[in-house]
């Protein structure tokens, strides 16, 4: 089955403790990226990646870091959460021209 | 540049009503593709619908049907007899052929009581 899996589902956590979400996609997409979504500010692009080894910035990428050392793979790093970090993260996947998959999300709590 | 305007943050409507859902969208390409999305209360983003600039073709999907209409770069959604399920935030997207971006609306959260 095709589909964007990310892991963990729910995370609370404290400042300043590093963490990592994954994410994998089984489609043999070019580009993946992450999304945060936050109440009336919609989705918003953290980073995203064209292919391996090739990542930039999306609209809010202050406090995250990615890495594409594969092809499936994309985690999103925080090195040292803050409280304004707590949202509802997004992992997606697509083609230049093709339907943008989604995981499922991750929802993220820092105390 | 491009941008994706819904202007109804909120719609409520009474079961078996029918429902729009407004998207606006600017782009200077002439090729692009719009989307629309379901996120449903428990979280996911549910894929509804991809359509391409060259294909202006109404479709219809069960109760769902969209209406897109270059003139006024418009790629309406409609739910005919809405159910209680229907209830979730929907959101229209756009990308260039010339890009990678996925540029989204804020979304329009739809309320469907009984």
């Known amino acids: 089955e095709a589909q964007v899996t990310q892991n963990p589902r729910y995370l609370i956590t404290v400042t300043g403790k590093k963490l990592t979400v994954t994410c994998s996609q089984n489609?043999?997409?070019?580009?993946m990226s992450w999304y945060r979504q936050d109440p009336g500010l919609g989705l918003r692009q953290i980073y995203y990646?064209?292919?391996?080894?090739?990542?930039d910035k999306g609209d809010v990428p202050e406090g995250y870091k990615v890495s594409r050392k594969e092809k499936r793979n994309f985690p999103l790093i925080l090195e040292s959460p803050s409280p304004n970090q707590t949202s509802l993260y997004f992992c997606?996947?697509?083609?230049?021209?093709?339907?943008?998959?989604f995981g499922p999300g991750t929802r993220l709590t820092v105390l | 540049a491009q941008k994706v305007t819904q202007a109804q943050t909120e719609i409520s409507v009474v079961e078996k009503e029918d429902v729009t859902l407004d998207c606006v969208y600017e782009?200077?390409?002439?090729?692009?593709?719009l989307f629309w999305y379901k996120q449903p209360p428990s979280g996911e983003l549910v894929f509804l619908i991809r359509?391409?600039?060259?294909?202006?073709q109404n479709e219809i999907s069960g109760r769902y049907s969209w209406n897109f209409q270059k003139s006024t770069s418009s790629f309406n959604f409609t739910i005919t007899a809405s159910q209680v399920v229907d209830s979730a935030v929907y959101f229209c997207?756009?990308?260039?052929?010339?890009?990678?971006?996925?540029?989204f609306g804020k979304g329009t959260s739809l309320l469907v009581t009984p």
């Open positions: 997606a996947s697509r083609t230049r021209t093709d339907t943008q998959y």
């Open positions: 489609m043999n997409h070019e580009y």
């Open positions: 990646s064209m292919n391996v080894e090739v990542t």
């Open positions: 782009t200077r390409d002439t090729t692009y593709y």
């Open positions: 359509r391409n600039s060259f294909d202006e």
């Open positions: 997207a756009l990308t260039a052929s010339s890009g990678y971006a996925l540029n």
